[in-house]
């Protein structure tokens, strides 16, 4: 769910990096729900002054988040990533995952 929601964001940084339009994926239900709340995340951010990155730096920041994804999915089962978080950050739910 996460990753997919990171891939898209991944897919849409690229497509700016390249000066190509971006067609956005179908995602649906929480994979949309996390892709839309990193994506206003990252753009709250970016709306900040000061210097930002550029689409290249944020795809590859988005695919470090995809690896850590990857790696707390193969050492904790399904919902891996989001304890670890929940661990990290505090605060977050997984039982709400389907």
Known sequence: MVDSAYEELM????????NHPFTPGKLDGLRAEVHDAALRGLTLRLSQPGD???????RLAVGRLRSSVKTWTRAGGRQGYLHFLEREIGALSVDDEQ
């Open 11 to 18: 897919r849409r940084y690229r497509a700016e990096a390249t």
């Open 52 to 58: 930002h990155p550029g689409p290249e730096e944020l």
